[in-house]
């Protein structure tokens, strides 16, 4: 490549880190109008999404220099915001706790920057939406190396025709690979049709997954009580396997399990389906409960999986 040509290709990437970090404020004196800096909430939100974390796991995690991580610590420490704790297991670690100042300091940077991501959001058209988390979606595949996808992906809620989709694709891969008889899609169709008749976009959620403009994944979160959701219908496509896409879609269901207050995230799954109890693990989940049943002309054992969050 020319030498004028990178340079005319550094100047877009500069100014595009410019105008967006501008969009979303992060170059304020304190962040979202809070006493704290872009480092110091990343470093709160960690500690709050995890159940033990380490000094060198956060450095590792954030990209930080051992030195600076280390006076950033420090100065949340004296805050009252941060405690260390000695491991259990391992006395040479110091394991990072939120106080409860700290934990309510976290809570108040997650709302706002959610009303703060919502309030841009709103000003734009669903079209525009669904453009823009497409394109962020792209960019972050393109520079993340251990991205798995040979071509960018893009998650997206439902639309008119999705549900159908659900219900046929589990039905036609659950009798391939399982011998499942047409049971179980009566059973997904009765599923998402009342996700779709008791749908609420503040506890409830549905992820379509697309590469190349083709579904091949498919994921719900559903309002099981106030503290508890339930993940249901992990799908993912045998073309789109093996690169990520399941885990991935899975953390998505976290992720808006915790951002809208839920305390538990479960999901029932069987025995058979190796390859998902495989993510489940993985991701967190332990299995609480088992039992034996017979359903869609199989001798199965059905499990029940807990997340706490």
């Not at 940077?109 to 919502?118: H, I, K, M, N, T």
């Not at 989709?165 to 036609?172: D, E, F, I, N, S």
């Not at 169709?189 to 959620?205: E, G, M, S």
């Not at 403009?213 to 093996?242: D, N, Q, T, Y």
Request: glycine share 6%; aromatic share 8%; charged share 25%.
């Amino acid at each position: 490549m020319l030498p004028e040509a990178i340079d005319e290709r550094v100047k877009v990437v500069r100014h595009f880190n410019r105008s967006f970090t501008r969009q979303i404020g992060v170059l304020r004196e304190g962040l979202l109008h809070s006493p704290y800096t872009l480092t110091e909430a990343r470093i709160m939100f960690e500690i709050a999404h995890r159940e033990q974390t380490t000094a060198s796991h956060l450095g590792r995690e954030l990209g930080l220099d051992p030195g600076y991580l280390s006076r950033l610590l420090t100065r949340l420490e004296q805050q009252a915001l941060i405690e260390k704790r000695r491991s259990d297991n391992d006395g040479r670690q110091f394991l990072l706790e939120l106080t409860d100042e700290g934990k309510q300091a976290a809570q108040l940077l997650d709302q706002r920057s959610r009303d703060e991501v919502a309030e841009m959001l709103n000003t734009l058209s669903e079209q525009e939406q669904q453009r823009l988390l497409k394109a962020m979606q792209e960019i972050e595949g393109i520079l993340t190396r251990s991205f798995k996808f040979s071509e960018p992906f893009f998650l997206r809620s439902h639309q008119p025709g999705d549900i159908g989709w659900v219900a046929h694709r589990h039905g036609v891969l659950y009798a391939r690979e399982f011998g499942w008889d047409e049971r179980f899609e009566a059973l997904v169709a009765q599923i998402v049709a009342d996700f779709v008749n008791n749908y609420d976009p503040l506890r409830d959620h549905c992820w379509i997954a697309e590469m190349k403009g083709e579904i091949v994944g498919s994921v719900f979160v559903v309002r099981a009580s106030e503290s508890v959701a339930r993940l249901r219908l992990l799908l993912v496509e045998p073309k789109a396997r093996g690169l990520g896409l399941g885990t991935y879609l899975v953390e998505e269901c976290i992720r808006f399990a915790r951002q809208h207050g839920y305390q538990k995230l479960q999901l029932w799954t069987n025995s058979v389906l190796v390859e998902a109890r495989h993510i489940y693990q993985k991701t967190g989940f332990k299995m609480i409960e088992q039992e034996s049943h017979h359903s869609f002309g199989h001798d199965l054992i059905g499990e029940t999986w807990e997340l706490i969050l």
